[in-house]
Nanobody
Framework: VQLQASGGGLVQAGDSLTLSCAAS????????VGWFRQAPGKEREFVAA????????YYTDSVKGRFTISRDRAKNTLYLQMNSLKPEDTAIYYC???????????????????WGQGTLVTVSS
């Protein structure tokens, strides 16, 4: 599976941005798709994910209520709608797919096998 992330850019605090991640093919029925981010000098951290089947969504606490993850199955595309952006949201955002995963591991980056190249989001104060 190849993933192509896009949509990053430079925005001001309080602005909104939507990231997209196009997948080259479908994966099996039970999998997770998610977003991680890595800020300069920091480790990669979990942002949000969708667990299938059922489309359960998961978010890290710092983005709850501001970010929304969604998926267009027909287009094989994952989205991350980011509202009320803060300077601390500045990071490279990566999309990822885990063909086989359990719920307790949904926030663990090593659980994901396929990764996009990342898209940079910069939020100015």
């Amino acid at each position: 599976v190849q993933l192509q992330a896009s949509g990053g850019g430079l925005v001001q605090a309080g602005d909104s941005l939507t990231l997209s991640c196009a997948a080259s093919e479908r994966t099996n029925n039970r999998f997770a798709v998610g977003w991680f981010r890595q800020a300069p000098g920091k480790e990669r951290e979990f942002v949000a994910a969708i667990m299938l089947p059922g489309s359960s969504t998961y978010y890290t606490d710092s983005v709850k209520g501001r970010f929304t993850i969604s998926r267009d199955r027909a287009k094989n595309t994952l989205y991350l709608q980011m509202n009320s952006l803060k300077p601390e949201d500045t990071a490279i955002y990566y999309c990822a797919v885990a063909p086989r995963i359990i719920t307790s591991s949904i926030g663990v980056s090593s659980s994901y096998e396929y990764w996009g190249q990342g898209t940079l989001v910069t939020v100015s104060s």
